[in-house]
């Protein structure tokens, strides 16, 4: 990064600190998904993209915003942010590949694949160019896309993402609100699957997945041309706050803003800052 945009990021990041005066924000250990109740879509169906028919759920009207859940959530998971969103954009909540009401395949899952999904997605809605907000492996989907396909996006923001397999931290298994996390979306996943019977399949599966990706390289992050938000929690519990840094380093069109007093799961923890952090960038 050249000192100049480091600066930047700086003065954004302290900048918030002094805005939030460090107020609340700790989550629930036994309870991280908090969800307020989600609005009625103006439309919503299953899209049949490759081998899979993917869910979605339209609400509002405007520029198209994707919204990309993480690793076992679904599209629900967005719901402390898709009311805020929807007042100025049409929203578009996703569930990945197997996840939530989506279904899937023996087809191995990896990120290049998603990806796919979500482009095949938005040609069956018609939509030429969106911008798309990720949390953990829905950012790491907006990379790819970013990378390979970025007349595809107008703005990218990536929370809680990671390039390799690397910047994920060697003691996440200890975390207990992560933990949470997991037996929460485990019990969501049984009762939206259309097939709950093959959970263990689905598990094994994407357990592949992220054991040996993602794998993009330095000169593919160097290469995007999106403009994007590397967006974190200073006190993540599944991505080393070095790793944002060296992503934003890379990443020509990148801003780099850590949130304080949160980890992984800001858009539950601390929704109207998510939120304001969110619009603020994709309106500028």
């Given at each position: 990064m050249n000192g100049k945009r480091l600066v930047k990021s700086l003065f954004l990041i302290f900048a918030l600190l002094a805005a939030l005066n460090v107020a609340g924000g700790a989550l629930a250990q036994d309870n991280p998904v908090v969800l307020v109740e989600l609005p009625e879509p103006t439309a919503s169906g299953m899209a049949p993209v490759n081998d899979i028919e993917m869910y979605y759920a339209v609400y509002g009207e405007g520029e198209p915003l994707l919204l990309l859940h993480g690793g076992l959530g679904n599209a629900d998971y967005f719901a402390n942010q898709i009311a805020a969103f929807a007042e100025q954009y049409q929203v578009i909540a996703v569930d990945s590949r197997g996840h939530g009401r989506s279904t899937v395949t023996d087809t191995p899952i990896g990120y290049a694949l998603m990806a796919s999904d979500v482009l095949a997605l938005m040609d069956y809605l018609e939509i030429d160019s969106a911008h798309l907000v990720g949390w953990s492996d829905g950012g790491i989907i907006g990379l790819d896309i970013a990378i390979n396909h970025p007349e595809r996006l107008k703005k990218l923001v990536a929370y809680g993402a990671n390039y390799i397999p690397a910047g994920v931290r060697s003691d996440i298994g200890d975390s207990a609100i992560f933990n949470a996390y997991i037996e929460q979306a485990l019990a969501d996943y049984m009762t939206l699957s259309p097939a709950p019977d093959r959970m263990e399949a689905f598990l094994e599966n994407i357990g592949n997945m992220w054991a040996t990706e993602p794998n993009f390289t330095p000169e593919q992050l160097m290469g995007i041309t999106v403009p994007t938000l590397i967006l974190d929690g200073w006190d993540e519990e599944a991505i080393y706050p070095s790793h944002?840094?060296?992503?934003?380093?890379?990443?020509?069109?990148?801003?780099?803003?850590?949130?304080?007093?949160?980890?992984?799961?800001?858009?539950?923890?601390?929704?109207e800052t998510f939120n304001s952090i969110v619009l603020n960038y994709l309106s500028r």
């Open positions: 944002d840094y060296e992503m934003a380093e890379l990443i020509p069109t990148a801003e780099l803003l850590l949130m304080p007093n949160v980890g992984h799961f800001a858009m539950f923890a601390t929704p």
